[in-house]
């Protein structure tokens, strides 16, 4: 196991993957007007590309299109006071091709929002990195129970 | 209730202070070398102002130091198909008065990574907005029991 400077547990490249397919809801951060902006998506994994709906006028169709964006998804444990987060960071892409639309069309990702969102997104993931915070314990006070 | 053109309820500020003020874990948005990165963290707010503890030392601390930072949380619903966020946009600074940090440190902000982490951050809310996906609806097809 491997400590980073900030006392986390570095999680190697594939763990990241695993928790990356397994998570229902990520969040793409972004520039929009030249601030930084961030917003949940739910999405599917590609091979190793994270694969998000929109709709094709949106700030995140627009904001995200050959930019370099990070991807994060996390779970944590309140009681525990533990946690991990996996980050990706990309390019993202919009997908165009009508052959690799079908091909998207048949992954298993339904919006969660209202309306038509038949724009995809794809992101190259370039850079995967992950961290957890080791040990666990218990709260003494019993305020989670 | 306003809804937005992608569909979704926009959030008043009233809101979406107490949704803020409510959850447990946020993820702050900074730039990392020229690139996007996220990075969850527990916080405290101290009025609108998002108090985050870290090390001096660390990169968080030198990437938010005098910079536009993002920060959010989010909670939902994967049955429902539903859920909320809250981003705010606002400067990051750190803080080195004596009395600042004596006050911030009688904050019920404990650190959940090992380590010290005496110094802290302080992001002013300068915009806070958010968002829910409207409606909600049980999976007929019972995948979430």
Redesign the interface.
């Known amino acids: 196991m491997t400590i980073d ?4 547990e570095v999680l190697e490249r594939q763990e990241c993957l695993w928790l990356l397919a397994a998570a ?2 990520g ?1 793409i ?3 929009d007007r030249a ?6 998506v739910n999405f599917a994994l590609h091979g190793a590309d994270i694969i998000v709906r929109t ?1 094709s ?3 995140l169709a627009r904001a995200t299109r050959d930019a ?3 991807f ?1 998804v ?1 779970d ?1 444990d ?1 009681c525990a ?3 991990w ?1 996996v ?1 990706v ?1 990309g390019t993202g892409r919009a997908v165009t091709d009508p052959d690799e639309v079908a091909e998207l069309e048949r992954l298993p990702l339904r919006p ?4 038509p969102r038949s724009h995809f997104i794809r992101v190259e993931t370039d ?1 995967i990195t992950g961290r957890r ?3 666990r314990y218990v709260e003494p006070d019993g305020a989670c129970g």
Chains 1, 2 share one sequence.
């Open positions: 400077t900030a006392g986390l229902p809801i969040r951060v972004f520039t601030l930084p902006a961030v917003q949940p709709s006028g949106s700030k370099v964006v990070a994060e996390d944590y309140v006071r533990t946690g987060s980050m960071v969660w929002a209202p309306g850079i915070i080791p040990g």
